[in-house]
Nanobody, 125 residues
Framework: QVQLQESGGGSVQSGGSLRLSCAASGFTYRNSCIGWFRQAPGQEREGVASIGTETKPTYYADSVKGRFTISQDSAKNALYLQMNNLKVDDTAMYYC??????????????????WGQGTQVTVSS
């Protein structure tokens, strides 16, 4: 059974930090691309950041470059997203996703094969 379980969301003030985690199981973690998407009410789901578990190419949306850092631990089948200098516009439900196999960067929701249930991030001014 495939599981992507997110944790670490919460409420912070603008300028604050949060670290999201995603525990993956039930699929071939090796040679997958895993990443984070977010969706605010009334908006489309957008790619935030992704990384390959073997070749480790990374992708960041322009809106988060320099503020967010994605990392993964192959020994733990875990994905992380360190979010610094959070802004009100970062408020959204954040989802962990996986593209298996990793035949290209995970930047579009349509390319994800597996999804987590999401964790809410709320940034207040």
């Amino acid at each position: 059974q495939v599981q992507l379980q997110e944790s670490g969301g919460g409420s912070v003030q603008s300028g604050g930090s949060l670290r999201l985690s995603c525990a993956a199981s039930g699929f071939t973690y090796r040679n997958s691309c895993i990443g984070w998407f977010r969706q605010a009410p009334g908006q489309e789901r957008e790619g935030v950041a992704s990384i390959g578990t073997e070749t480790k190419p990374t992708y960041y949306a322009d809106s988060v470059k320099g503020r967010f850092t994605i990392s993964q631990d192959s020994a733990k089948n875990a994905l992380y997203l360190q979010m610094n200098n959070l802004k009100v516009d970062d408020t959204a439900m954040y989802y962990c996703a996986a593209r298996v196999p990793c035949i290209g960067p995970l930047t579009m929701a349509a390319n994800a094969k597996y999804w987590g249930q999401g964790t809410q991030v709320t940034v207040s001014s």
